[in-house]
């Protein structure tokens, strides 16, 4: 079975720029000793769930183009037939990393939709840098995603019918965002239905909100889930709720076309977080899925949006 992760991030220096403005919001807004709890809170939530699946420790954040050689390492190591890099220090950063390590190493525009010039950013990362998708972190967007301002940017991504992974629910670890104007992946409604040459792919099975991203996907075929991360959420989720249960409700509703494998992968010494991978594929064995629909999951959708990409 040929494997693509849908979803890695280079584990590059300092937070994620969209981050950086949530948090200087906060600092302005209540101080920086407060910041810091919030921040030791995070750490140990973080150092918890490590245990739980017997991570080690992350290691030192790296420059784009180390942390590019080595998940191109891991690509041949685990037999990956492409690993797609959704965030990497920049645009322009990400795409001098991966230069040499093309076709293996895909990587994804990740800019605020919000920050001026958006769409013809995303312009320049698809025809200049030849970037097969865009990344975003819906919460993290401080208006409707459907308002007018931002149609010259899904047109853009409608254009080049690029998959847009946007990521909806909890966000950031424990201590991290559970609010916000588009927190809920209903929020996405009216853009899958105004441009439906874009594939939306929604990652962790909706991050807390399955039965919402469920009832989207009902409502617009273009939406996708992919099943990435630790999917620590469901702990939190109210009710009986696990990973099998997940992938038994989205395959027997939407089915094998429209779930994509990722890990969430992002730093060493762990780099690919290969039990992800092993858990999942046991889980769906689990549920007798045919091979040719673990070959869907586990590589074939995402080969499909890849290829689907108009870079002209």
């Known amino acids: 079975m040929k494997i693509i ?8 220096e300092g937070f994620d720029p969209q981050f950086v403005a949530y948090r200087r919001r906060y600092q302005k807004e209540y101080g920086a000793e407060k910041l810091a709890v919030i921040d030791n809170w995070s750490r140990e939530y973080d150092r918890q769930w490590r245990r739980s699946w017997n991570f080690p420790d992350p290691g030192p954040p790296l420059p784009p183009g180390e942390g590019a050689s080595l998940w191109f390492d891991e ?6 037939e492409q690993v797609v890099l959704v965030t990497g220090g920049g645009n322009e950063a990400l795409a001098e990393a991966i230069a040499p390590y093309r076709p293996r190493l895909v990587g994804f ?5 919000q920050e001026k010039g958006a769409p013809a950013s995303l312009e320049k990362a698809v025809t200049e840098y030849g970037f097969k998708g865009y990344k975003i972190f819906a919460p993290l967007v401080e208006m409707p995603l459907g308002d007018p301002s931002l149609r010259p940017l899904w047109a853009a991504a409608e254009r080049h019918r690029l998959p847009v992974l946007i990521h909806f629910g909890i966000l950031g670890g424990g201590g991290g965002i559970a609010s916000g104007t588009n927190i809920n ?18 990652p962790h ?9 469920l009832q989207l996907c009902w409502s617009a075929a273009n939406v996708y889930v992919d099943t990435s991360g630790n999917n620590e959420w469901i702990r939190w989720h109210p009710g009986p709720l696990t990973l099998e249960e997940l992938f038994r409700r989205f ?15 992002s730093w060493f010494p762990r780099g690919f ?32 949006l890849l290829e689907g990409v108009r870079h002209a």
């Not at 992760?5 to 590059?12: E, R, T």
């Not at 853009?191 to 040459?197: I, N, R, S």
């Not at 099975?205 to 991203?213: I, K, M, N, T």
């Open 273 to 304: 977080a290969r039990a992800y991978l092993e858990t999942q594929l046991e889980l769906c064995r689990r549920l007798q899925m045919p091979e040719g629909d673990l070959e869907l999951i586990f590589g074939g959708n995402a080969r499909r």
């Open 185 to 202: 992946p209903l929020s996405l409604e009216p853009v899958a239905k105004g441009y439906p040459g874009i594939s939306f792919v929604v």
């Open 205 to 213: 099975f909706g991050c807390g909100y399955p039965r919402e991203l």
């Open 5 to 12: 992760d849908f979803h890695v991030h280079l584990p590059v």
């Open 75 to 80: 690509a041949r190591k685990h037999r990956l």
């Open 251 to 265: 395959y027997e509703t939407i089915g094998p076309e429209r779930i994509i494998f990722g890990s969430d992968s």
């Open 109 to 113: 525009a990740h800019h605020h939709p």
